[in-house]
Every structure is written in C-alpha cells, then in structure tokens.
C-alpha cells in the first residue's frame, strides 16, 4: 500500500538518517545551495513587500524571456527545499506566466490553492458509489464519513491561510504553520482511522490522498524557507500570554475577564439537577442557530456530564461557561476498541472558529 511520508522542510537532523533519506548528502548539499541562491532573492522581495511594493500580478505579455527563465530557476530552487520537489514544481510552474517577478508570498499563495483544489479532489473520491459499495458494516461506514468531515476540515484550514498579513509578523506566521500543520494532521486521520478491513480501499485512498498530501506538505515547507529567511526582519513583536487575539470582540473579553450571574446571562442552562432548562450539554448545543452572527453562551452548572460533546461547523460563535476545572466535567466513554473510529472518539471536539470555553472559579 503507498504510504504518506512524514510532512515538513527537509533539515540536516532529517537528511543525516539514512533509512528515511537514501540520498540524504546529495539533497542536503541541493538544499544548501538553493538556500544561498534564495536568500538575497526572498529577503530583497520581503523587504520591498514590507516596504510598500506591490508585485501583484502582471500581464503575461510584459514577462520577458529572461525573467521567466529567472523567475524558473527560483521556483526550482525553492522547490528543492521541500519534502516533494517534483509535485511542488508541477504546482508553482504556471506562475511563471502570472508574475513579472519573485514575489515569495505570492507563490506561497500559488501553492496554497494547489492544495486546495487537490483536497477537494480527494473529497470528491467518498461520493464515488463502488466505495460506498465496499462498505458492509457500520464501523466502515462511519470511518469514511469521518474521512469525509476530515477532508472538509482540511480544506477549511488551507482557506483560512488566505488571508492577508505581514510575513514579518511572527503571530501571522505561526497562524500559518498552525493551520497547515492541522490539515495535514487531517489528512493522515483521515487514513489512519479507516477499517483495518478495507485494504483495497485504504490503498486508494492512499493514492487519491498522494497528491494533496505532498501539495500541502510543500505549502508548510514553503512557508518555513520564507521564515527562515526574514526572522532577522521580525519587527513585530509576538503576542504575550495573557492577551486576548485580535478576533476577539470588546464584548467577549468583558464576558472572559468579569464575573456574571450566568444563570441569568446565559442563552442556554445545563444542570444535572434539573435547575437548568436542560440536562446535557449536547441538547443544548441543539438549540444554537445556526451560523448565528451573535454569541450563544451555554452554562453548564456543576456535575459531571457523561456524553461526547460534538460542537458542529454550523455552530458559530459558541461559548461555554463552567463552574471549574473540578466542578464540572465532561467525560466520554468512546473509544477505537468497542468499535469507534477515532476520529470520532473525541470527549470534547470543536469544529469551528472563535469557539470560547471559560471556567469560573
């Protein structure tokens, strides 16, 4: 069965092991070299980014023989920094025809949407009926609907890596690394979690996964040559802890730092006793409109809550209160043994953005 390589920018500690890089001297004396050829060319285009330059997209008739042939070799050269040079090549060869120039971000970008067309492909592979067909029994079926939910998952993160910012601010950068890093994470899930049974059909899951698998691996490598190269230029400082992120509303960071009678405050109240409106969290959460712009605050009063809490992609601008670490607590029993994929074995999982939990004290 074709396996998924390990993800991420090839380094010296990677290419020294010979059982995981036969040719390790041979790529790292590649990598070596593209990374002179690289640093003047990426820091001088960071720096005229930073500064004001625009180097969006040209006319194609405007690019000259010679700056193709330059913008090529760049391409080639950062595409020997990563995991699957040939597939990263293949991906960022059409933008020769799409930039007068060497614009780091904009191929970053490139690669990005490479990726995402090519999880999207993989995700169109699970409406295909003979892989229905090939499923008898409810642990299968409910390892490729979860396989299903990854994919999408995987392709929400990559649109997340769209937008815009400084590639001199380290928290944007490590937004990036965050969000490829989890659908990468998704994608090798979503092959690790199929029926031990199915092995014809994990082999081509294997083979329609190959391509947005490397794409997305490259993107994150990609990404991790243009920090290397600009981290001297980092003049924006991180976030310190304790900040609230940028998201973050005026309102709910009143909600997070002041103490309320939620009781009251709350949309929805979960009690075990019967204080509250209901008894279990996941009835709760079935009451939350969906994609509602306003936050939906649910209190879960004190006790300890036997169920696995499912918070959907629908479910916008959840927030749930609790009265402490101790106090109360959720607690699911599912697991890959008795028949559940472990996808879906999760006590607590969360599928959408600006989710917020808050424990009072």
Request: with cysteine; aromatic share 8%; hydrophobic share 40%.
């Amino acid at each position: 069965m074709p396996s998924v390589n390990a993800y991420g920018m090839i380094t010296e500690p990677d290419a020294s092991i010979p059982t995981a890089c036969p040719k390790s001297r041979q790529r790292l004396a590649v990598i070596a070299l593209s990374s002179i050829v690289l640093l003047s060319i990426i820091t001088v285009s960071i720096l005229a980014t930073h500064f004001g330059s625009n180097s969006g997209p040209q006319d194609p008739n405007t690019t000259t023989a010679a700056t193709a042939t330059t913008l090529r070799s760049s391409i080639k050269a950062m595409c020997n920094g990563t995991l699957y040079p040939d597939s990263c090549y293949a991906s960022l060869s059409p933008a020769v025809t799409n930039y007068s120039g060497l614009d780091p971000a904009a191929l970053f970008r490139f690669s990005l949407q490479a990726a995402k067309e090519a999880i999207s492909s993989a995700s169109g592979f699970f409406d295909d009926p003979t892989v229905r067909a090939a499923v008898h029994d409810n642990f299968s079926a409910d390892s490729i609907s979860d396989c299903k939910q990854l994919l999408t998952l995987a392709a929400t993160h990559i649109e997340d890596c769209f937008s815009s910012g400084d590639f001199t601010n380290e928290s944007f950068i490590d937004d990036l690394k965050t969000w490829l890093s989890a659908s990468i994470t998704d994608l090798h899930t979503c092959l690790d979690g199929l029926d031990p049974k199915l092995n014809e059909l994990k082999a081509r899951v294997a083979i329609t996964m190959k391509n947005s698998t490397e794409l997305t691996s490259n993107s994150l490598a990609l990404l991790r040559q243009i920090e290397d190269f600009v981290s001297p230029l980092k003049f924006r400082r991180r976030r310190l802890f304790g900040e609230h992120p940028p998201w973050m509303s005026s309102a709910d960071r009143r909600r997070l730092t002041s103490s309320s009678d939620w009781s009251k405050k709350a949309n929805a109240v979960v009690a075990k006793d019967g204080s509250g409106k209901y008894n279990t969290i996941a009835a709760a959460l079935a009451k939350v409109p969906k994609n509602r712009n306003k936050r939906f605050v649910i209190y879960v009063k004190k006790g300890v809550y036997y169920e696995n809490v499912r918070i959907e992609t629908s479910m916008w601008n959840v927030m749930i209160v609790g009265d402490g670490m101790d106090a109360t607590v959720v607690s699911g029993c599912l697991n890959f043994v008795d028949g559940t994929p472990t996808f879906s074995t999760a006590t607590f999982g969360i599928k959408i953005d600006s989710f917020i939990q808050k424990a009072e004290f």
